[in-house]
């Protein structure tokens, strides 16, 4: 996987350095590293990204919610939530948790969930 000409071999394509790195480099929810990286650097939601406040006002008006309605609602697609969703969980500010069947995402210290 040596780079060659800027570009990288990712399943027997050619691909940018960026595309590379979205693919290899995801950030995993369950990682007790990050989470205690996130507590220890104290910056808490001083620097989140619009993006993620969205989530996070979301959740707080209308949590426990599945995935689809908040891609819906948000105009995001999946894969930049699920991003955006390991930063908030990093930090304990949003989990996921079970509803009867259904995965949903709400706030960390909700009484809901």
Known sequence: M??????????????????????????????????????????????????QKRILELLKAGGPMPLEKILETLGMDEAAFRSDFAVLRHLELAKATKVGDQVCYTLYRSSSA
């Open 2 to 51: 040596a780079p060659t000409d800027d570009h990288y071999e990712l399943a027997g394509e050619k691909v940018c350095e960026d595309c590379y790195l979205d693919h290899v480099a995801v950030p995993k929810v369950c990682d007790p590293w990050a989470v205690y990286s996130a507590k220890k650097t104290g910056e808490g939601q001083a620097g989140l990204t619009d993006r």
